[in-house]
C-alpha cells in the first residue's frame, strides 16, 4: 500500500489549493478514505471523509470552503481548499481505512493504518 500526498504550498488569504493523493494497494470502493492536518504544537485532526458508498463529510472549521473527491481511473483522492485562511496552515496526510465504512466525523487517528507523507499548506495573511 502506498499514499503520495502532492500539491501544497503558500498562498494568501482567501487563496486555494487541490491537494491530491496517488494511492495504490487500497480500493477506493472498499475503504474509508480521509484528509488530516496538523499545525506545528497541535494535534492533528481529520478534516474531511469519503466513504466507500462516495459519501462525504467534514470537519465544521473547513465545511463549506473545502470539498473531498476521488477520481477512480486515476486512483486519486483530491481536497480542494477555498477561501483559505492563515489558520488553514498545517501539514496535510491523506489516510485510508480498508473497509466498508461510511463516512464520519470526528476522525481517529487511530483507526487509519495507511498515511501518505504529507503535504504543507501555508497561507499568509
Known amino acids: 500500500v502506498r499514499l503520495v500526498d502532492s500539491g501544497g504550498g503558500s498562498v494568501q488569504a482567501g487563496g486555494s489549493l487541490r491537494l491530491s493523493c496517488v494511492i495504490s494497494g487500497v480500493s477506493f470502493s472498499r475503504s474509508l478514505m480521509a484528509w488530516f492536518r496538523q499545525a506545528p504544537g497541535k494535534e492533528r485532526e481529520g478534516v474531511a471523509s469519503?466513504?466507500?458508498?462516495?459519501?462525504?463529510t467534514y470537519a465544521d472549521s473547513v465545511k463549506g470552503r473545502s470539498t473531498i473527491s476521488r477520481d477512480n481511473a486515476r486512483t486519486t483522492l483530491y481536497l480542494q481548499m477555498d477561501s483559505l485562511r492563515p489558520e488553514d496552515t498545517a501539514m496535510y496526510y491523506c489516510?485510508?481505512?480498508?473497509?466498508?465504512?461510511?463516512?464520519?466525523?470526528?476522525?481517529?487517528?487511530?483507526?487509519?493504518?495507511?498515511w501518505g507523507q504529507g503535504t504543507q499548506v501555508t497561507v499568509s495573511s
Open positions: 469519503l466513504g466507500s458508498r462516495g459519501d462525504t
Open positions: 489516510a485510508a481505512r480498508p473497509g466498508y465504512f461510511w463516512a464520519t466525523m470526528p476522525l481517529r487517528e487511530a483507526d487509519f493504518p495507511y
